[in-house]
């Protein structure tokens, strides 16, 4: 596994706000519960979240949906912040956050314009029946450090173990590699908005589906372009016939 | 130093017209410049009491320390940087803009040490034993000071008291 | 031809020698001054003719046709515009060294006639505010008026220019004086019209110190201001993407090491060929040189701190304007500006033997003068030479990083021309005006003593108020 | 004009000693209190220790709050020390010499203050090793990319070498000390302190240049500090209001305002507290005085540059921060105060010379000052953050807990703590540099008239 370069395509057409992928990379990756204080306090963590926009005015009101979370990206201004290299680009095109190591800076997090760098204010903690749902394969983050979304790196590891244990590469297009693969917002995501492959990989049809749309006038955009971060995740434009007559009355 | 039977003695006065006539009447008597010294609360114009500028190379310490400081600085943001090769940011492993702040932390760290030690150095600091002195020289005194060989103190307290000395007071063998 | 001693002036012969002395040299003109006037005048005659050349040829609706014009306007502003603050700032801490290096400095306020000259066709070359440039007038259609970046630019200028001359006027008056009562001729006609009125009374000290003062501050201010408003709408809109808060400050402050420069250069001229040796000594040679360094250093801090944010944002529009300016094709040009103005004076300057000679740091200010040059043509011509058409606001394609633009003969024709005219105004300038301030002599004669100290030599300097 | 007081070496070592030889009444209750108040603010610490970083106030997006806007204001103050001494050494001002030592001692404490934020502020503080350079064992280094690596080698440094500085000017007078102590273990250790110092022509030359050569070494450390600190923001590409490049200058001139007024106020303290008026005169504060407007008013551009350039792109989220921070609650009214605080009130004062010339007129306009330019730092950071991205459902805001609170009443606990202490053991004032300027102190008669004037050598 040397050459991958992890991404994701986003398509907002098909995304319909349900949370399916919040929920599922809750429960996947250990992430703390967040109560109601912790909402208070503004520190709820939830490594991907579904934004909601109204457009319009009442009563022609159309909710939009966008999920966000990390980007991946390659020129990821997180990272050079870190004094500890807590935070780095691995070969897998990933921008990994090595728990240990952080020191609670939280530089980072005031250096990612996405805002999807979370920091754990107080000691997790579940209640006693939740307990036996932890996942084993992710670290339970104590206080003090950063964390965010890791592109579920233990499913990507696992399956890789696997492909290798079979004498095998990781091939797109075999459905339960891919299953197993996947991170588990995309497992979880009943509209197929979300897609993950490796990027690099020239036969792999998401890949050409990022490249397609983002080369040829098509819907495809990076979030937050003019910061020049380069992300390794592609949003494809909700189709809205509405705003384009709108847009072309201008 | 060379040879321990030196002794020294030192005579106050509380003139500074008065202290610099002692000294002349000091190198008449044929005493040389590092036989006596001045010792005052403040420093004086250079000369103030006849005697030369003092030489010193302190100029050089800092150039020194800084070549240390920045070599030091290179060689540990280099080899960190190259010993621990993680890509950030899309930065290149050996990213000069950031390491040269580094490096000129180093070299003024090492200037600022060297100069400290030079001038600790080039005072004569620091001075185990104190010799013949007298506080009353923190009091606005000046202190003449002479170190020589036992036979040639008594010349030298007969000079300070001719000289106008308002006491003489003799140090231990330096 | 009076006796004047090693150290300074006053410390033999009377106020009234020197005095005498200064007048006796101020009014020999040698044949070196004449060959030189003529040369430069040619050599200004032939800028005028590229000029005209140039707008003939190619119109004013080039914008990269006249990066070079630019630039040498923008020299001109940092370096002889910069001179007078050299005579300001040490009077302001009232430093005594300042005192024979005075009115050299002050005399190149003269340099505004040339700048309010050159300014006047780079109005007509700008472009007004219709094509959505960006301003500091944060112009919406119809808010403000379409050439008012013009008007203040030109305002400023000018303002500029008048306040350095009457700086320089207030300061001279009472050696006009002394010149009306001195001298014969046409000089005594010119300095009667100058002078008039000046007796000396203690009133009109007083008011010439406080006029000194206000005018000094208020020359400076207008110095920064000038040069914000050049940077602000008259180079920074050129480059989209170039977003730095801290360039007018660093455009300001660079007039002060080319000031300084200017200075240092004129007194080894007025020393070598000038016959001011004994008034221009190791004292001045060495306050400067000083002020060089700490300038040079200054350059660097300023510079770094733009580079360092650029460098470690990487956002596309900061890395445009790296690469237009620093590493893309003015790359060499850049490397000569670095070691010119900071690698030169830096490791030269911190070392003793050479700032404390007559001869170390003019040649220091001369390299620093030719790389003073090489920065103004790195970013005038750089950001005259974007396509007018390129995209202010939206996100910007590294590719349309234009290539380098070499001068042509007009260019250099004009180059040479302005910085000719300016030295020639200066020269012309001397023969009218001391370049040697005789009334701050005689006051040095007054608060510099030097006297026995029990058994040395001290100086004693007074501190008036 | 300089008022002329004549002392004599023997009545400056016993005023300036007072402090060192006796005690002044107030010191023990003040003492005290600011004890007490550390003391309070360590169980507060310490309960931060035990149950997070959540007990301060600051959230998501607001991950820096109070102690990094604390961390920059005290960075500040330690600017003081090195912007009198060593700007002041350099152009050989006169009225320089009774203030450098407080200065210094201000510089060294309020360092000691700014970088106790730093663990304040850390996430697990006990790993703050992993910083330095040390891991040989396992090959793991820090990231020299980071400007949290150039801090602390900045910050370093200027710490040695600022303590090495006020350690070398402290030698003459420390022989001064060991001479007039009584106690046996005293002398002892004075007497070590003091090297053996005896005050021979060699050593007071060397001590002249020592002053000199260390001030312009340690001048640039000073000015690569403070812009290192503000690098800690202008890197951050994704904070619009930080992401300026006239942060560097603007921070140090920002310094220089806060630590010279920080200066002036210790000056005036000095004078109450120690009668010390006949060496600090009201010719000081003058001079203070003037500097300080020259000063502010430098500053007051550089505000004015930064805050026209970042409107100047016409940027929403630009638009949107700069609105927040002028206009809306609670950062408006906040805003208001800072600017006239820090400007508007004391620079039209020190223009007046009874403002100038008076203690008490220095003392609350520089206190004015200091308000609005810790608020100058809160403003920078905290409205930064809450309105950091265009996604404008992560905008946010901060309340500051009672953790942070008393975090922050540490520091100036700690300072004032410091100052005293030090005042116990040494001298505030430097003796020999007051002895040297009646020494150096001449004048020139001109007709009737009589110009002060200093010897150069």
């Known amino acids: ?250 | 130093m060379i040879s321990f039977n030196k002794r020294s003695i030192i005579g106050i006065f509380d003139n500074v017209d008065v202290a610099a006539d002692a000294i002349d009447s000091l190198k008449d008597s044929g005493y040389q410049h590092n036989e006596y010294d001045i010792l005052t609360d403040t420093p004086y114009p250079t000369g103030t009491f006849g005697e030369g500028e003092p030489v010193h190379k302190l100029f050089r310490w800092p150039l020194f320390g800084a070549a240390c400081g920045f070599s030091v600085a290179m060689i540990l943001t280099v080899g960190t940087s190259l010993a621990y090769p993680l890509v950030v940011g899309g930065k290149p492993i050996l990213s000069l803009p950031a390491m040269s702040i580094i490096m000129y932390e180093g070299s003024m760290l090492g200037a600022i040490i060297m100069t400290v030690v030079g001038i600790i150095f080039e005072s004569r600091l620091p001075r185990l034993f104190m010799g013949a002195y007298d506080e009353r020289v923190t009091e606005g005194y000046i202190g003449i000071t002479v170190t020589c060989e036992e036979d040639r103190i008594a010349l030298a307290e007969e000079k300070l008291r001719e000289s106008g000395a308002e006491d003489i007071k003799y140090g231990w063998k330096d | 031809m009076t006796h004047i001693s090693q150290n300074s002036a006053s410390d033999h012969g009377t106020s009234n020698d020197v005095t005498l002395d200064l007048v006796n040299r101020h009014s020999h003109t040698g044949n070196l001054f004449r060959i030189s006037a003529v040369i430069l005048s040619i050599l200004f005659v032939l800028g005028i003719a590229g000029f005209v050349l140039r707008i003939t040829t190619d119109g004013t609706s080039n914008n990269d046709k006249w990066g070079y014009y630019a630039a040498v306007f923008a020299f001109i502003l940092t370096t002889a515009q910069g001179a007078p603050m050299v005579a300001i700032a040490p009077r302001i801490v009232k430093a005594h060294w300042r005192r024979s290096t005075s009115r050299a400095a002050e005399l190149w306020a003269l340099s505004g006639f040339i700048t309010t000259l050159v300014f006047v066709p780079l109005i007509f070359v700008l472009p007004g505010l219709e094509d959505g440039r960006r301003s500091f007038w944060f112009y919406h259609e119809g808010e403000v008026a379409r050439y008012i970046p013009h008007y203040v630019g030109a305002l400023s200028v000018v303002a500029m220019a008048l306040a350095g001359l009457f700086l320089l006027w207030v300061s001279s008056l009472p050696d006009l004086a002394y010149i009306r009562d001195h001298q014969t001729g046409w000089r005594q006609k010119w300095a009667k019209v100058f002078a008039r009125g000046w007796q000396g009374t203690s009133w009109q000290w007083f008011m010439v110190n406080h006029r000194m003062g206000i005018l000094g501050a208020f020359y400076f201010m207008m110095l920064v201001f000038t040069h914000f408003v050049i940077v602000a709408d008259f180079l920074m809109p050129f480059v989209p993407g170039w977003i730095d808060a801290l360039f007018p400050a660093t455009h300001a402050f660079n007039a002060l090491q080319g000031g300084v420069a200017t200075v240092l250069v004129t007194l080894f001229v007025m020393r070598k060929f000038g016959g001011y040796s004994d008034f221009i000594q190791f004292d001045q040679m060495w306050g400067l040189g000083k002020l060089l360094l700490a300038t040079s250093l200054l350059w660097i801090w300023f510079s770094f701190s733009s580079f360092m944010i650029f460098w470690f944002g990487k956002k596309p529009n900061e890395l445009y304007t790296l690469d237009l300016l620093m590493t893309g094709p003015y790359l060499w040009l850049f490397i000569a500006v670095f070691i010119l103005v900071f690698i030169v004076p830096f490791f030269t300057l911190i070392w003793n033997p050479v700032r404390r000679s007559t001869w170390g740091p003019p040649l220091i200010a001369c390299f620093v003068l030719v790389g003073t040059l090489f920065d103004r043509i790195r970013l005038y011509v750089a950001a005259y030479s974007v396509p007018a058409d390129a995209d202010m606001h939206g996100p910007i394609p590294l590719d349309l990083v234009p290539a380098a633009v070499y001068p042509d003969v007009f260019d250099i024709l004009i180059t040479i021309g302005v910085i000719a005219g300016a030295v020639l105004i200066y020269m012309l300038g001397t023969r009218l005006i001391p370049v040697i301030n005789i009334w701050e002599q005689r006051e040095l004669s007054i608060y510099q003593v030097h006297k026995r100290f029990h058994r040395t030599e001290v100086q004693v300097l007074g501190k008036p108020e | 004009m300089q008022e002329y007081i004549e002392h004599g070496p023997k009545k400056i070592n016993r005023d300036l000693l007072a402090g060192v030889l006796g005690l002044p009444r107030w010191w023990m209750p003040i003492a005290s209190v600011a004890l007490l108040v550390i003391l309070i603010a360590m169980c507060a610490y310490g309960w931060e220790l035990n149950r997070g970083i959540g007990v301060a106030g600051i959230n998501r997006p607001v991950y820096w709050g109070f102690y990094l806007a604390n961390f920059v204001f005290w960075i500040g103050i330690s600017h003081a020390g090195i912007m009198v001494s060593a700007i002041l050494r350099l152009t050989q001002a006169e009225w320089r010499r009774p203030v450098t030592r407080a200065a210094e001692v201000l510089t060294l404490f309020s360092l000691l203050a700014a970088l106790s934020n730093i663990f304040f502020h850390l996430g697990r503080p006990w790993r703050f090793l992993w910083i330095p350079p040390y891991d040989f064992a396992r090959g793991v280094w820090p990231n020299v990319r980071s400007p949290f690596i150039w801090d602390p080698s900045a910050i370093g440094t200027y710490l040695i070498g600022s303590s090495l500085f006020v350690f070398i000017a402290l030698i003459p007078d420390l022989a001064v000390i060991r001479d007039r102590v009584s106690g046996k273990t005293a002398k002892r250790v004075y007497g070590f302190l003091s090297l053996g110092w005896r005050g021979t022509p060699r050593q007071w030359k060397l001590q002249t240049v020592a002053g000199i050569l260390l001030s312009a070494l340690v001048l640039p450390v000073f000015v690569s500090v403070h812009s290192i600190v503000s690098w800690d923001f202008a890197v951050n590409v994704s904070v619009e209001g930080w992401h300026s490049t006239i942060f560097a200058p603007y921070f140090i001139i920002g310094a220089i305002h806060s630590g010279v007024s920080a200066v002036a106020m210790v000056m005036a303290l000095m004078v109450w507290g120690w009668k010390l008026e006949n060496y600090i005169t009201r010719d000081h504060f003058d001079a203070i005085g003037r500097l300080l407007i020259v000063v502010a008013t430098t500053w007051f551009f550089f505000f004015a540059l930064e805050f026209f350039y970042a409107i100047y792109t016409l940027e929403d989220p630009e638009i949107a921060l700069r609105t927040m921070q002028v206009f809306e609650w609670p950062y408006g009214p906040m805003f208001f105060v800072f600017i006239v605080a820090s400007y508007f009130i004391p620079v039209p004062l020190w223009l007046l010379k009874n403002v100038r010339r008076s203690p008490m007129g220095m003392f609350l306009t520089t206190i004015s000052v200091n308000i609005g330019m810790w608020l100058e730092r809160f403003l920078i950071i905290i409205p930064g953050l809450a309105r950091k991205t265009p996604f404008t459902f992560d905008w946010g805001t901060y309340h500051p807990s009672i953790v942070e609170i008393s975090l922050v009443c540490f520091t100036f606990a700690f300072v004032t703590l410091g100052v005293l202490v030090f005042s116990k053991f040494f001298p505030l004032v430097p003796i020999f540099d007051v002895k040297e300027g009646e020494v150096f102190r001449d004048e020139i008669k001109v007709g009737r008239r009589t110009v002060p004037a200093s010897i150069r050598e």
């Open chain 1, 1 to 250: 596994m040397a050459n991958e370069k992890w991404g994701m395509v986003i398509d907002l057409d098909k995304c319909t706000g349900c949370q399916a992928c919040v929920v599922a990379c809750q429960s996947e990756n250990n992430v703390p519960i967040n109560d109601e204080p912790l909402y208070n306090q503004r520190r709820a963590s939830a490594w991907i979240h579904i934004e909601r926009y109204w457009e319009g005015e009442f009563p022609d009101v159309k909710a939009r949906f966008i999920p966000v979370l990390c980007q991946h990206c390659d020129d990821a201004p997180c990272e050079p912040v870190c004094p500890v290299f807590a935070t780095y680009h691995n070969s897998s095109g990933l921008n990994v956050q090595v728990y240990n190591r952080c020191i609670g800076t939280r530089f980072c997090a005031n250096n990612c314009p996405y805002q999807v760098r979370f920091f754990n204010f107080w000691e997790p903690s579940w209640p006693e029946t939740l307990k036996n749902q932890l996942n084993p394969d992710v670290t339970v983050r104590s206080r003090g450090i950063m964390e965010k979304c890791t592109f579920c790196i233990q499913r990507i590891h696992k399956a890789g173990r696997n492909a290798k244990s079979e004498g095998r590469e990781i091939r797109d297009g075999n459905d339960l590699d891919i299953r197993a693969l996947d991170p588990a917002c995309v497992n979880s995501c009943p509209t197929n908005t979300l897609m993950f492959y490796d990027m690099n990989d020239p036969e792999s049809e998401i890949a050409k589906l990022a490249h397609d749309e983002l080369e040829h006038d098509g819907r495809g955009y990076h979030l937050l372009e003019d910061y020049g971060t380069h992300p390794s995740i592609t949003y494809l434009k909700k189709v809205d016939k509405d705003a384009e007559l709108h847009h072309d009355s201008h």
